[in-house]
T-cell receptor, first 116, second 116 residues
């Protein structure tokens, strides 16, 4: 069974369009994330949600809006797509324990977004 | 906590040992992590080390931590072609508001190529 799934796997679209990427986890985790990986493989966190509440909101354009309808889902909506948005977007999830354990994140397979 | 440095490429012959090095910046990081990314896939947690430890061994993997120099290394013994992947080092940043866990900062990854 897939632990963290994302759809679509590939997304090709034109500049100016609006698109969404969906993420679902079946691990029962209460924290979910969106990461962006650029062409040089640099991985940077964009957002983090804990129990449907936004925790981390890195400096990303407000064209990016995460939405968490429930603990198991975190979707990413992108308005007015630009060439620089082309990247691989990863969803991840983890369980928040009381501090004392390692911080294990489970990643989805990624969505490769190409803006033309 | 955002300057995690790794060399970008490493090539070894099958059966040899691989050593991937990383330097990090946040001395308060409770755990330090190694993630593996295979082609077309998300990141997968390989191993981690508690910051009070110098070494951790897990089957073919040995993690060495030099806290004084903020240097982390991953040694893979008897490297196999299936070990070819990108390896990411990660440190923890401080916890954000509303969370008990800090965010992860990743290095740019080391592409390990194993030749038969």
């Amino acid at each position: 069974d897939t632990a963290v799934s994302q759809t679509p796997k590939y997304l090709v679209t034109q500049m100016g369009n609006d698109k969404s990427i969906k993420c679902e986890q079946n691990l029962g985790h209460d924290t979910m994330y969106w990461y962006k990986q650029d062409s040089k493989k640099f991985l940077k966190i964009m957002f983090s949600y804990n129990n449907k509440e936004l925790i981390i909101n890195e400096t990303v354009p407000n064209r990016f809006s995460p939405k968490s309808p429930d603990k198991a889902h975190l979707n990413l909506h992108i308005n007015s797509l630009e060439l620089g948005d082309s990247a691989v977007y990863f969803c991840a999830s983890s369980q928040e324990w009381d501090r004392g354990g390692a911080y294990e994140q489970y990643f989805g397979p990624g969505t490769r977004l190409t803006v033309t | 906590g955002e300057d995690v440095e790794q060399s970008l490429f490493l090539s070894v012959r099958e059966g040899d040992s691989s050593v991937i090095n990383c330097t990090y910046t946040d001395s308060s990081s409770t755990y330090l992590y190694w993630y593996k990314q295979e082609p077309g896939a998300g990141l997968q947690l390989l191993t981690y080390i508690f910051s009070n430890m110098d070494m951790k061994q897990d089957q073919r993997l040995t993690v060495l931590l030099n806290k004084k120099d903020k240097h982390l290394s991953l040694r893979i013994a008897d490297t196999q072609t299936g070990d070819s992947a990108i390896y990411f080092c990660a440190e923890e940043g401080p916890a954000d508001r509303g969370s008990t866990l800090g965010r992860l900062y990743f290095g740019r990854g080391t592409q390990l190529t194993v030749w038969p």
